[in-house]
């Protein structure tokens, strides 16, 4: 499932358009600690948070992320979005919340990582 | 120059995870006897006890005004401020900000001697909806220093909340907690560009003075702490 077909199934707004959403999707995590999404958010997936801080784009960048969803309303900075842009990091914003979101993608077929590969904070 | 022993982070009875014996004679009394010249008094989201403690002190103890403000991204940051009056002014700002939460246990305003004057509602130990920039500018809109606490924590520090310190921040210092000092976690944090401190954060008293960090100044106050976190005029602030 590319992004562009998630934007479009769960009518999400677009907020770096232009960029590519050809891009295809298998997983995700959800998460507002972004030292877990750090540690564990799976390569390639798409990052589900209420966090709109400028360090978003930096901690999806590293986790190899393909997309950011921001999800209960919640909206970026122009900075954040203008990193993202810059960043080539497709950004999306959802009025709902993110269990709603994690719900509606899980039904799409996407997946998140297995609870056997977590590391980091709280990690016993 | 001197040198003062300063704990910069003790909690009060104000704040409900606290002791409730973390009352100001009691604060004083257990930072004397360790030897502290300093104290920074940072309930979390407010000021309100801050004058009571420093009447409690007396000329005995230098007590800095201050408060650890939780950001909406619950990352913990320790105000230092010039005066009670600044902290306080910069308390108004975040309980204003603050949810109307439930209170479930007390937060207790007290006068010098303990006695209780009032309890709090707003439920204080929760995010405010301060942004991480808009807390450090809120800080220094006020004359204060902003360092972003227990970095070194795995809870409510800007690394857990952010995955690490953004390295345009404008923090005065970051402080390592009083373990993370003993263990020698502050060198993973030295080269970032920031002063380090540590403190007790202490809610029990005592806990009190169980980190500190050591000042070469001129004399026990705010503005030469400000000149010993930025290095300047020979002043100087160390881990002990």
């Known amino acids: 499932m590319t992004l562009a077909q998630i934007q479009h199934a769960l009518g999400l707004g677009c907020l770096t358009p232009g960029l590519d959403l050809g891009r295809e999707v298998t997983a995700a995590h959800a998460s507002d600690l972004l030292s877990d999404a750090l540690a564990n958010a799976p390569a390639g997936g798409v990052l589900l948070t209420i966090q709109v801080h400028l360090n978003v784009v930096a901690v999806a960048l590293h986790a190899q992320q393909a997309a950011v969803i921001f999800t209960w309303g919640m909206q970026p900075d122009e900075v954040v979005v203008r990193r993202a842009v810059e960043e080539r990091l497709p950004l999306f914003a959802a009025a709902a919340s993110t269990f709603e979101i994690a719900g509606e993608l899980y039904g799409l077929g996407v997946r998140g990582a297995p609870s056997a590969s977590r590391t980091g904070p709280g990690k016993a | ?240």
């Open chain 2, 1 to 240: 120059m001197i040198r003062v022993a300063a704990d910069l982070h003790v909690h009060t009875c104000l704040s409900s995870c606290a002791e409730r014996a973390m009352r100001p004679r009691a604060i004083v009394e257990a930072a004397v006897a360790r030897g502290l010249g300093m104290i920074g008094v940072c309930d979390h989201n407010s000021a309100g006890n801050v004058r009571s403690v420093a009447a409690a002190a007396g000329d005995r103890l230098c007590v800095i005004a201050g408060m650890e403000i939780a950001t909406r991204e619950e990352a913990h940051v320790v105000g230092l401020f010039p005066s009670a009056a600044a902290a306080e002014e910069a308390a108004r700002e975040v309980a204003a900000s603050l949810p109307r939460c439930r209170v479930p246990e007390e937060q207790e305003l007290v006068d010098a001697d303990g006695a209780t004057l009032g309890l709090e509602p707003l439920l204080l130990s929760v995010a405010s909806a301060f942004s991480l920039e808009g807390t450090v500018d809120l800080v220094h809109r006020h004359g204060g220093l902003a360092i972003a606490a227990h970095v070194d924590r795995r809870s409510f520090s800007v690394p857990s909340q952010l995955g690490f310190i953004p390295t345009d921040a404008l923090f005065e210092a970051l402080e390592v907690s009083a373990h993370g000092a003993r263990v020698g976690r502050a060198a993973a944090f030295a080269g970032l560009g920031f002063a380090l401190t540590t403190g007790s954060d202490a809610h029990a008293i005592d806990l009190v003075g169980e980190g500190f960090v050591v000042l070469d100044v001129e004399a026990p106050c705010f503005r030469e702490l400000a000149l010993a976190l930025a290095g300047s005029d020979g002043r100087e602030c160390g881990i002990a």
